[in-house]
C-alpha cells in the first residue's frame, strides 16, 4: 500500500514540505486545475507540476482527477472529440509516470454535503450531510451553494443542463459511460494507466438526476461491460458507506480479489438516529470506534485479497483551531494517515 495525500496544487495552503512530513506519506494525489474540462492536459504542464511534486521528494502517480465532460455523460454528438482528448490526456499522463486516474460519472453535481462545518461533541467542525435540508433544495429554482457544487455555471447554464437530462436515466447514462470506456480502456492498457472510478457520493439519486455506481450491483455491472482490470474503483468508504445497504467489508474483499480496487479513499462517518428517521451523518475521525464504518475490517479485506495500491486518508475535521478548506484541513486527515498506515502494519506484521 502506498500511503498518499490530496494536494491542490501550488495555490493550496498546504505546502509539499507539511506532507513530507506526515509518517509514511510517499506521494501527494493532484490534478491541473486551470485546464477548462474537456481540453488536452498538454505534457508540458503536466511535467511542470511533477517537477514541483518530485523536487518535494514526493512521487505523483495518482491524479485525481480528470473530469468528464457533461456532453460526454449526456451522449451528445461533441463525445468524440472530448474522448479524443480524454485519449490524449491518459497518453500524455503516461509519460509522465502516471499510473492511476480517479475520476467520477456523476452528473452535473460532484459530492454533496449539507453543512460545511457541523460543529461536533469536541469542538471539531466536518462536513455533514441532513436528508432533510437537502430534500428542501431545488436547483431549478435556487441559486444554490453547496460543497461539491460547481459553481462556475450562470443560472442559466445550470437551467438549460438540467433540463437536458431530463431525457437522461440510469439506462441512459450508464450506456454512455460504457461508450466512453471502451474508448479509453484500450489506450489505457497500452499506456499501463488504470482508472479507477469513484463511486456516486451520496450513492443516490439527487435533484432528479441518475446515479448509476452507487452499489455492489452497480459496480458488478460496470465490470462486466468493459471486463478489464484497467477499468477499476475508488473504493471511498465514505461514499458506499453513506448507504447501509453497502457491504464494505464484502466488497473491499471481492473487488480487491479481483484486482479491480486502483486507489483506497479512507473515511469514517458517524449515523445519528433522528426522532423523526431522517439520514443525518458527519464525517468523523478515522478510527473504526469514533464512526459508524469498521475501517480494521476493510483494511484487513483488502490487504487479505491482495490489495497493493494508493491510499489516502479522505476527508477529515477542522481540529486544534485550524480553519481550512472543508474536508482538506492538514492535522485531521495527517491523523488519518498516521492511523491508516499503522492499521495496516499491523495486519500486515500479523500474518
Known amino acids: 500500500m502506498k500511503m498518499t495525500f490530496r494536494w491542490y496544487g501550488p495555490k493550496d495552503p498546504i505546502t509539499l514540505d507539511k506532507i513530507r512530513q506526515i509518517p509514511g506519506m510517499t506521494g501527494v494525489v493532484t490534478a491541473l486545475y486551470t485546464i477548462p474540462v474537456g481540453e488536452v492536459w498538454d505534457l508540458e504542464s503536466i511535467l511542470s507540476l511533477k517537477k514541483l511534486v518530485n523536487d518535494a521528494g514526493l512521487e505523483m502517480e495518482v491524479i485525481e482527477s ?54 461536533t461533541a469536541d469542538g471539531s467542525n ?99 461491460a468493459v471486463d478489464s482490470k484497467y477499468n477499476g474503483i475508488t473504493l471511498c468508504t465514505g461514499s458506499l458507506g453513506a448507504s447501509r445497504g453497502n457491504d464494505l467489508v464484502k466488497m473491499a474483499a471481492k473487488y480487491a480479489a479481483m484486482g479491480r480496487v486502483h486507489f483506497l479513499h479512507a473515511r469514517n462517518i458517524k449515523f445519528t438516529e433522528t426522532e423523526d428517521n431522517r439520514l443525518f451523518f458527519n464525517e468523523s475521525p478515522h478510527p473504526t470506534e469514533c464512526g459508524s464504518l469498521d475501517i480494521y475490517g476493510i483494511l484487513k479485506a483488502l490487504h487479505d485479497n491482495g490489495f497493493e495500491g494508493y491510499t489516502r486518508p479522505d476527508h477529515g475535521r477542522n481540529i486544534w483551531g485550524e480553519d481550512g478548506k472543508p474536508g482538506y484541513g492538514l492535522y485531521d486527515r495527517a491523523l488519518g494517515a498516521t492511523y491508516l498506515f499503522g492499521l495496516w502494519e499491523a495486519i500486515s506484521k500479523s500474518k
Open 66 to 119: 480528470v473530469p468528464v465532460h457533461e456532453e460526454i455523460k449526456l451522449g451528445s454528438a461533441e463525445r468524440d472529440r472530448l474522448i479524443d482528448n480524454y485519449c490524449q490526456t491518459i497518453r500524455n499522463l503516461s509519460k509522465a509516470g502516471v499510473k492511476v486516474v480517479c475520476y467520477n460519472f456523476m452528473p452535473v453535481f460532484d459530492w454533496v454535503r449539507s453543512e460545511l462545518k457541523f460543529v
Open 126 to 224: 466536518c462536513l455533514a450531510y441532513d436528508q432533510r435540508t437537502v430534500d428542501s433544495l431545488n436547483p431549478k429554482k435556487q441559486a444554490l451553494s453547496l460543497p461539491g457544487w460547481d459553481e462556475s455555471y450562470t443560472k442559466q447554464e445550470l437551467d438549460a443542463l438540467l433540463k437536458r437530462y431530463e431525457d437522461i436515466d440510469e439506462e441512459k447514462l450508464f450506456d454512455n459511460m460504457v461508450y466512453f470506456l471502451k474508448k479509453l480502456i484500450p489506450v489505457c492498457e497500452e499506456c499501463d494507466v488504470k482508472m479507477a472510478v469513484h463511486p456516486d457520493d451520496p450513492p443516490w439519486s439527487l435533484f432528479g438526476l441518475p446515479r448509476i455506481i452507487t452499489s455492489e450491483e452497480g459496480i458488478d455491472k460496470l465490470f462486466k
